[in-house]
């Protein structure tokens, strides 16, 4: 069966632009994780959805950072204004539903280079 | 303190050794503890739950320890193919599922 994917799975962007990065989940999860992993580090929590909605939002970084989710399926996290440090792997989780005990499956990231 | 932390290694190990990895945690209230394994350039995946009673799978044991706020993984008889990177995870009870990654520890198993 189709795993999590993300779209796309590598942009170079400059300074000052706005990009969109996508995440379609596994069918049927209803729990959306984003994530940020910078060379060499672990995986920064940005937010997460239950369904369409958002409880936590507590790591995005800075208000550049935005997120949404429709239909209780695809998400898009949008970055404006984009700054060199927002250069890292993003990476996109689902699960069957959020909460205690269950596996998050990740996709395959979305590598942004910002010059 | 950072919510969660790893000794980043790295562990360097022969094949058929014994390789133990820690990792502390902060919110004493904490709900649900994870390992994940993520090799070198790809995305990570569930190694193994972590429950109370401690649990094993094959070669790989979890244990967790509240009292403490650490929880642990053994691996036995490494392989050359458990080369990689492992994750410890916890869900901090912040009234949501907030999930912590620790930013792992680096293992390599030589020939």
């Known amino acids: 069966g189709a795993g999590v994917s993300q779209s796309p799975s590598n942009k170079v962007t400059e300074k000052g632009k706005d990009v969109e990065l996508r995440c379609d989940p596994i069918?049927?999860?209803?729990?959306l994780y984003w994530y940020r992993q910078s060379l060499g580090q672990g995986l920064e929590f940005l937010i997460y959805f239950q369904g369409n909605s958002a409880p936590d939002k507590s790591g995005l970084p800075s208000d550049r950072f935005s997120a949404e989710r429709t239909g209780g399926s695809v998400s898009t996290l949008t970055i404006q204004r984009t700054q060199q440090e927002d250069s890292a792997v993003y990476l996109c989780a689902s699960s069957l539903v959020p909460g205690v005990g269950y596996e998050q499956f990740f996709g395959p990231g979305t590598r942004l280079t910002v010059l | 303190r950072k919510e969660v932390e790893q000794d980043p290694g790295p562990f360097n190990v022969p094949e058929g050794a014994t390789v133990a990895f820690n990792c502390t945690y902060s919110n004493s209230a904490s709900q649900s503890f994870f390992w994940y394994r993520q090799d070198c350039r790809k995305e990570p995946k569930l190694l193994m739950s972590v429950y109370s009673s401690g649990n094993e799978d094959g070669r790989f044991t979890a244990q967790l320890n509240r009292a403490s706020q650490y929880i642990s993984l053994l691996i036995r008889d490494s392989k050359l193919s458990d080369s990689a990177t492992y994750l410890c995870v916890v869900t901090p009870n912040t009234g949501g599922f907030k999930t912590i990654f620790g930013a792992g520890t680096r293992l390599f198993v030589k020939a």
């Open positions: 069918s049927g999860h209803t729990a």
